[in-house]
C-alpha cells in the first residue's frame, strides 16, 4: 500500500475546473464499485480529455471481440504494413512485410504500451485505420460511452479524439467483465519480443495490493493518465486518473483514491449483508433508504437479452391492465411463467431492501403474435432510485428498464 497524505485534503466531488493534485490543469478522475457501477469519488468526470494510449483499451476490447467471434485467432500471424511500422514510440519496432503473431501484438500493446503493435490489430480488424476508427467509436456509443470519439487505434495526438474520466471507467468494466478469460493480459508484468525485454508500463501494480490492471497513457495534451481496477476482500474497484503531472504522482494519486474507496466499499457493503439478512418484507424500512438514494451509479453495460424475438415483442406489446401510475417502474423481465417474475422481483426486493422498501411488485400478463410472457416490474419507485436500480441489475447481465409514470413501452 502506498503512504499518501490525508484524502480529505484532494476530495473534490464534481468540483469545476479541478486542478491536479500536483498543480496540473485539466485533472479528472473517477472511482467507482464494480459491482454496482455506484460512484464511490469522483473529479469532473464527464470533462472531455484526450485519451493518449487508454485508448488502446477499445483497440483490445475490439480484438478480443475478434478473437471470440472468430475472425482473428491467438495463433494467427498477421501483416505488418508500413504504416504500422511507420509508428512513432512506445513500439515494438515491428518491420514492414513481417509478421507478428495477434498474440503476441496483444502482449507488446498491453506492456509496452506498443504503438506499431496496436495498428496491425486494428488493419487486421477494421481493414483500415479509419474503418477501425469508426468501429471503435461505434462501439464506444454502444457501450454507454456518449463522450467519447476515436481516430486512431494507439492515442497518437489527434485534437478530437476524446473520452472522458466515466467512459473510461465504463470500458475497463466492460474488459474485465465481457472478456474475463483475456483480461488477465493486462496483468502481465514483462514481455519479451525478438530478444528485447518489455516490462509493463502499469508500475502501480508492482506496489499496490490486489491491483491487476488495466492501463497508462501519456501524451502532452493529456498529461499522464490510468485506468487501474484492484479487488480486496471481495471488493473490485476501477479507478480512472486523467492529467497527472509526472508517472510517479499519478500513481501515488490512483493509490490515494482507491484506499479511500475501498474503505467506503468494504463498509457499504458490509452494511448491505447486514440490512439484507435482518430485512423483513412486512415491515416498512422508513427512511433507511435516504443514503442510498443520494447514491450515484455509472450505467455499466450488459448482456443482451436472452428472450426469442417473439418473446420480445410480446414484452412490447401494451399491457391487458396497467400497473398503479404513481411513480416511476423498473422492469427486470418477462417470463413465461408468472409465479417465476415474482419470484424474480422478490429476489431483486431483497437483494436492495433499502432502495426499495417502499415499491409495490407488478406482473403484468401481455400477449402478442399468439405468444403470452409476463412483465415483472417494481413500481412506484424515484426516477433516481430506478435508474441507479437499473444500473445495479445491469451490471449483473439482467435485463432493466426504466419506466416513466403513465408511459407505456411503445409497439
Same mark, same amino acid.
Given at each position: 500500500?502506498?503512504?499518501?497524505?490525508?484524502?480529505?485534503?484532494?476530495?473534490?466531488?464534481?468540483?469545476?475546473?479541478?486542478?491536479?493534485?500536483?498543480?496540473?490543469?485539466?485533472?479528472?478522475?473517477?472511482?467507482?464499485?464494480?459491482?454496482?457501477?455506484?460512484?464511490?469519488?469522483?473529479?469532473?468526470?464527464?470533462?472531455?480529455?484526450?485519451?493518449?494510449?487508454?485508448?488502446?483499451?477499445?483497440?483490445?476490447?475490439?480484438?478480443?471481440?475478434?478473437?471470440?467471434?472468430?475472425?482473428?485467432?491467438?495463433?494467427?500471424?498477421?501483416?505488418?504494413?508500413?504504416?504500422?511500422?511507420?509508428?512513432?514510440?512506445?513500439?515494438?519496432?515491428?518491420?514492414?512485410?513481417?509478421?507478428?503473431?495477434?498474440?503476441?501484438? %496483444?502482449?507488446?500493446?498491453?506492456?509496452?504500451?506498443?504503438?506499431?503493435?496496436?495498428?496491425?490489430?486494428?488493419?487486421?480488424?477494421?481493414?483500415?485505420?479509419?474503418?477501425?476508427?469508426?468501429?471503435?467509436?461505434?462501439?464506444?456509443?454502444?457501450?454507454?460511452?456518449?463522450?467519447?470519439?476515436?481516430?486512431?487505434?494507439?492515442?497518437?495526438?489527434?485534437?478530437?479524439?476524446?473520452?472522458?474520466?466515466?467512459?473510461?471507467?465504463?470500458?475497463?468494466?466492460?474488459?474485465?467483465? *465481457?472478456?474475463?478469460? =483475456?483480461?488477465?493480459?493486462?496483468?502481465?508484468?514483462?514481455?519479451?519480443?525478438?530478444?528485447?525485454? *518489455?516490462?509493463?508500463?502499469?508500475?502501480?501494480?508492482?506496489?499496490?495490493?490486489?491491483?491487476?490492471?488495466?492501463?497508462?497513457?501519456?501524451?502532452?495534451?493529456?498529461?499522464?493518465?490510468?485506468?487501474?481496477?484492484?479487488?480486496?476482500?471481495?471488493?473490485?474497484?476501477?479507478?480512472?486518473? =486523467?492529467?497527472?503531472?509526472?508517472?510517479?504522482?499519478?500513481?501515488?494519486?490512483?493509490?490515494?483514491?482507491?484506499?479511500?474507496? =475501498?474503505?467506503?466499499?468494504?463498509?457499504? *457493503?458490509?452494511?448491505?449483508?447486514?440490512?439484507?439478512?435482518?430485512?423483513?418484507?412486512?415491515?416498512?424500512?422508513?427512511?433507511?433508504?435516504?443514503?442510498?438514494?443520494?447514491?450515484?451509479?455509472?450505467?455499466?453495460?450488459?448482456?443482451?437479452?436472452?428472450?426469442?424475438?417473439?418473446?420480445?415483442?410480446?414484452?412490447?406489446?401494451?399491457?391487458?391492465?396497467?400497473?398503479?401510475?404513481?411513480?416511476?417502474?423498473?422492469? %427486470?423481465?418477462?417470463?413465461?411463467?408468472?409465479?417465476?417474475?415474482?419470484?424474480?422481483?422478490?429476489?431483486?426486493?431483497?437483494?436492495?431492501?433499502?432502495?426499495?422498501?417502499?415499491?409495490?411488485?407488478?406482473?403484468?400478463?401481455?400477449?402478442?403474435?399468439?405468444?403470452?410472457?409476463?412483465?415483472?416490474?417494481?413500481?412506484?419507485?424515484?426516477?433516481?432510485?430506478?435508474?441507479?436500480?437499473?444500473?445495479?441489475?445491469?451490471? *449483473?447481465?439482467?435485463?432493466?428498464?426504466?419506466?416513466?409514470?403513465?408511459?407505456? %413501452?411503445?409497439?
Amino acid at each position: 500500500m502506498v503512504p499518501a497524505p490525508s484524502f480529505a485534503k484532494i476530495h473534490h466531488k464534481h468540483h469545476k475546473s479541478h486542478a491536479g493534485v500536483d498543480g496540473s490543469a485539466s485533472y479528472a478522475d473517477i472511482v467507482i464499485d464494480a459491482e454496482s457501477g455506484r460512484i464511490l469519488h469522483a473529479t469532473d468526470p464527464d470533462m472531455l480529455r484526450h485519451p493518449a494510449s487508454l485508448t488502446k483499451m477499445m483497440t483490445l476490447y475490439l480484438t478480443f471481440e475478434a478473437i471470440e467471434n472468430g475472425q482473428l485467432r491467438l495463433d494467427q500471424s498477421l501483416p505488418i504494413s508500413a504504416n504500422a511500422a511507420e509508428q512513432s514510440p512506445s513500439k515494438l519496432g515491428l518491420r514492414r512485410g513481417q509478421h507478428i503473431k495477434v498474440e503476441d501484438a %496483444i502482449l507488446g500493446v498491453v506492456t509496452e504500451s506498443a504503438n506499431d503493435a496496436a495498428m496491425v490489430l486494428a488493419e487486421a480488424i477494421g481493414g483500415s485505420e479509419s474503418h477501425f476508427g469508426e468501429m471503435m467509436t461505434q462501439k464506444a456509443h454502444a457501450l454507454g460511452m456518449a463522450h467519447s470519439n476515436f481516430h486512431n487505434p494507439n492515442g497518437l495526438p489527434d485534437p478530437v479524439q476524446v473520452t472522458t474520466a466515466r467512459d473510461m471507467a465504463v470500458l475497463g468494466h466492460a474488459l474485465i467483465y *465481457h472478456f474475463s478469460q =483475456f483480461y488477465p493480459y493486462f496483468g502481465t508484468p514483462s514481455f519479451t519480443y525478438a530478444g528485447v525485454r *518489455h516490462p509493463n508500463h502499469n508500475h502501480l501494480m508492482e506496489r499496490y495490493q490486489g491491483m491487476d490492471g488495466i492501463k497508462t497513457g501519456y501524451i502532452r495534451a493529456s498529461g499522464f493518465n490510468l485506468v487501474a481496477s484492484a479487488e480486496r476482500d471481495n471488493v473490485r474497484l476501477i479507478g480512472v486518473v =486523467f492529467g497527472g503531472h509526472s508517472a510517479t504522482a499519478r500513481d501515488n494519486q490512483m493509490a490515494l483514491l482507491l484506499d479511500e474507496a =475501498f474503505e467506503k466499499a468494504q463498509q457499504e *457493503h458490509r452494511s448491505q449483508r447486514m440490512v439484507s439478512a435482518t430485512w423483513n418484507p412486512n415491515y416498512p424500512q422508513g427512511d433507511s433508504a435516504s443514503s442510498d438514494e443520494q447514491a450515484e451509479y455509472v450505467a455499466l453495460p450488459g448482456k443482451a437479452s436472452s428472450l426469442s424475438p417473439k418473446a420480445v415483442a410480446a414484452a412490447a406489446a401494451p399491457p391487458v391492465a396497467e400497473p398503479p401510475a404513481s411513480g416511476w417502474g423498473i422492469q %427486470i423481465g418477462a417470463f413465461n411463467d408468472p409465479d417465476v417474475g415474482r419470484q424474480a422481483l422478490a429476489s431483486v426486493v431483497k437483494a436492495m431492501p433499502q432502495l426499495l422498501a417502499h415499491v409495490a411488485p407488478v406482473v403484468q400478463e401481455v400477449s402478442a403474435g399468439g405468444i403470452t410472457v409476463y412483465r415483472a416490474r417494481l413500481q412506484g419507485a424515484d426516477e433516481k432510485t430506478a435508474r441507479s436500480v437499473c444500473a445495479y441489475l445491469i451490471r *449483473h447481465g439482467q435485463n432493466c428498464l426504466t419506466v416513466a409514470p403513465e408511459v407505456t %413501452i411503445p409497439n
